[in-house]
């Protein structure tokens, strides 16, 4: 499955403007952060993305899968 995830830096002061995002392949949520952790982020949610909103976001120009 593919997940959306929405971070920010955490050395940074935390506001919406500076939310980022990322997308891994995992088996679930909890194993999305298992993935994340040795990085120095702040999660702030993690969307599992269906079908078609998959398909909507890989039109995107800055997508791309992490690979952790």
């Known amino acids: ?9 955490s050395d940074v002061a935390l506001t ?6 990322l997308y891994v392949e995992a088996e679930s949520e909890r194993d999305v952060r298992k993935k994340l952790s040795n990085r120095n982020i702040n999660i702030e ?8 909103h998959f398909e909507y976001e890989k039109k995107s120009e800055h997508f791309r899968i992490e690979s952790v």
């Open 1 to 9: 499955m593919i997940f959306k995830v929405l971070y920010q830096d």
């Open 16 to 21: 919406r403007e500076g939310t980022k995002s």
């Open 45 to 52: 949610y993690i969307q599992q993305l269906k079908e078609l």
